[in-house]
């Protein structure tokens, strides 16, 4: 396996400016490999969107996230566009997020989307 702490390092300081960060790049580059050294697959945090029992776990994203603490990941993001900032449900998935902090203050909570970019209609 590659060693990774340059990128995990740079995923957690973007954590620390926004609540929400994505990976985006070309298929098989390694961004759930990424994901998966900052959080767990196998942790509640983590949703691979690939996965028919994450699928269903967020099929009600109220339910499923808000009693969650800390990082949340959504792998295959791109599955659930509605997430996305462009549409109504992400202000709702906003105020499910650890509130809101001043810039370089972050605890490394929130919300990290994993998506190949080329199917994203943005």
Request: charged share 25%.
């Amino acid at each position: 396996m590659i060693a990774r702490k340059t990128d995990v390092q740079a995923v957690r300081t973007a954590l620390k400016r926004s609540r929400v960060v994505g990976l985006l790049g070309p298929r098989q580059c390694g961004k759930t490999t990424l994901a998966r050294e900052i959080v767990a697959p196998d942790s509640l945090n983590y949703f691979d969107l690939e996965s028919p029992a994450s699928l269903a776990r967020l099929s009600e994203p109220e339910t499923a996230l808000r009693p969650l603490k800390g990082l949340i990941v959504i792998d295959e993001i791109q599955h659930r566009p509605e997430l996305f900032p462009r549409h109504a449900l992400h202000q709702k998935l906003r105020r499910l997020l650890p509130r809101p902090f001043r810039r370089g203050e972050g605890r490394g909570e929130g919300l990290l989307g994993v998506a190949y970019p080329a199917v994203l209609s943005v």
